[in-house]
């Protein structure tokens, strides 16, 4: 699902409320920007920019998929969830990744905890049959502390993952320092480090041969100033940002 889940929380609380009568298109723009505005930054406008053809075409590609179907009631559409719709949105919305939006993860465990008995109910409406085995898939769906512990172990990965960069850029910073100092070339050093430490650009183009292609000033600055200065100013900077995440996560558990 390529939609922002603001669509997706909105579609779910806009079915919760729209009970057997469905829900209408202006229904699911004013959750979705209800949503948007509790994790927005800066204080420019009410809400992010949600115009009526990304509604229209979200609501397309829900009827599409048979996680949605569309009723006309008083000469304007009228939406219900199916089934199948309910499972799929809440699962996309619990099993993704909100490292990058990290505001986000706090949103969807608040909207766990206010819609959860919602959900259920309208996952039951949704089918005509509600077994055993699909309690059990949404009781796990709906679990806020199963929730929280993905996106913890994900920011822990995430935390050991820039901490090993931190010291992969100190250490060529002072190997390239070493390596000068004894009146080793720059294609020695640049060697040197792409052979000994990881690149984590594109592993499509050799580390040595983007190094190359500087101007001979810029690699060494690179490989010294700008690498001690990346782990220090922004891979640092990041994993106390992650560190503070961790412990908010971790104080909502239970």
């Known amino acids: 699902m390529h939609h922002p889940i603001f669509f997706l929380m909105g579609a779910l609380a806009a079915q919760t409320t729209g009970a057997s009568t469905g829900f209408r298109q202006k229904d699911l723009r004013f ?10 930054l800066g204080g420019v406008g009410a809400t992010h920019a949600i115009h009526n053809t990304q509604v229209m075409r979200f609501l397309r ?3 599409r998929d048979h996680h949605a179907r569309a009723t006309r009631k008083l000469s304007q559409p009228f939406y219900n969830l199916t089934r199948a719709g309910v499972f799929a949105i809440t ?23 206010s819609y959860e008995h919602q959900i259920r109910e309208s996952m039951q409406r949704a089918g005509s049959e509600f077994s055993r085995a699909h309690q059990i898939e949404m009781e796990q769906l709906l679990d806020r502390d199963r929730f929280l512990h993905r996106q913890i172990q994900l920011v822990r990965h995430e935390i050991e993952r820039l901490k090993g960069r931190i010291v992969c ?18 294609a020695a050093c640049i060697e040197h480090v792409a052979s000994h430490y990881p690149y984590e650009l594109n592993p499509q ?5 983007t190094l190359q292609e500087l101007p001979p000033a810029v690699c060494e600055w690179e490989i010294t100033v700008g690498s001690r200065l990346r782990a220090q100013h922004l891979f640092d900077s990041v994993v106390e940002s992650l560190e503070h995440h961790e412990r908010r996560l971790c104080s909502l558990v239970g």
């Open 31 to 40: 959750y979705a920007e209800l949503f948007s505005n509790w994790v927005q």
């Open 169 to 186: 850029a100190y250490d060529i910073d002072r190997d390239v320092r070493a390596l000068l100092s004894t009146g080793s070339s720059l």
């Open 205 to 209: 183009r050799p580390f040595a041969e």
């Open 91 to 113: 699962s996309h919305l619990v099993s993704r990744s909100y490292l990058e939006e990290r505001s986000h993860c706090i949103l969807m465990w608040y909207f766990l905890k």
């Open 61 to 63: 590609d829900l009827v």
